[in-house]
């Protein structure tokens, strides 16, 4: 089948990290020879200096464990927690926690930005969306990409909590539960106004140019919102999704062979990072259908991301799939899975390695994109450690 240009631009961009071998060597010591660099505090609600001090002690029990294959009995102080928060799966949130994270979620979209885009108008929503577009390359589809996402996911997170007061479990959705022909009754999708996220829409539009189109988000909680990047538009899904992702010829549903349960658990038996990295990637699949795209190929609009700018001055450059509410359970379900990998086995639980050969290290740093200080990849292992602070209900 001949793929179109968007699928051809993502092939030669990603096949040379689909070819690399699975296989990754231990850890090697390659001490760090910067600092987190809190000269720029412009995120009010974070504690740029606590940062530096986690990110000093996170490197020294990763180099301790790589020396010794031991770690503290004593978590060190910087990377302690005040408590640690439970994220639960949505289905498992009573009516009331949903709505008040729906609630909050709509205060993010009214929270001033600090900067994290060039109109000091948009919201903190749209900021989060603008860190997660600028450059998108350098953290997708490598080493970077789990990461990355976890502390994006973690700093939406932080700031319901910090911006709009939000208290509750921080959700993910377990899509393993609704994989199959009934996908899009899923519960994820209620059209509820106080509870729901809303279904594929009715209204077709396309405000964007190019393939930009889809149907408004017309009910749920989000019915008619609109963000801002890359320009003020109605939010879009669409369930009738581009054909080459759907070799079934039923749309979205046909791809649910990559995200059920038996894919889930193709993915938990990787041996090492890289492997691991590779399964949920879909990078050896010749057209990324995967645990973690075929969701947003699934979702369609802005969701979809990458082919969905075909045509626009934007594609290839920046991806605006964190502008949907879902984005943020979507990716928390990725990191759950990520999260319970890594606690199989102490090894895995400090992986951290590219293809054999390349020179990815726990001292790399995260590129933020100014949502905080960026971070060496070493402090964002476990989630356990300040400031993440978290696990998951299983």
Known sequence: MKLPFARLLFASVFCGLASQTLASPPLA???CVTDVDTSNPQIPFLNYPAFRDAARAAISVLEQY????????????????????????????????????????????AKPNYGLTSNETYSFHDGLSAAHADAFFRFHAGTKFLPWHRWLVWMHGNALEKLCGYTGPVPYWDYTLDAGPNLYQAPIFSKDPETGFGDGGSVPINELGGRAGGFIVDNGAFANYRPNLPLPHYLVRNFTADA???????????????????ARDRVMSAT???????????????????????????????AQSFNWLEGTPWFGSQVFG???????????????VWWEWQNKKKAYQYDFQGAEGTPDSICDYLPLNKLGPDIPIGLALKTEWYPQCYTYEY
């Open 29 to 31: 010591k390659r001490a």
């Open 244 to 262: 080459v992702y759907n070799p079934d010829n039923k749309y979205g549903v046909g791809l649910s062979d990559t995200f059920n349960q038996t």
């Open 272 to 302: 090492s990072f890289w492997q691991f990295e590779t399964m949920i990637d879909g990078l050896d699949e010749p057209q990324f259908r995967s645990f973690h795209n075929s969701l947003h190929f699934t979702f369609g609009g802005d």
């Open 66 to 109: 790589q020396e010794s294959g031991r770690t503290p009995a004593i978590t060190p102080r910087p990377l302690r927690c005040d408590r640690i928060r439970v994220r639960k799966e949505w289905r498992k949130l009573t009516r009331s926690e949903k709505k008040e994270y729906m609630k909050a979620e709509k205060c993010l979209m």
């Open 322 to 336: 964190a502008n949907d509410p879902l984005f943020y359970l979507h990716h928390g379900n990725v990191d759950h």
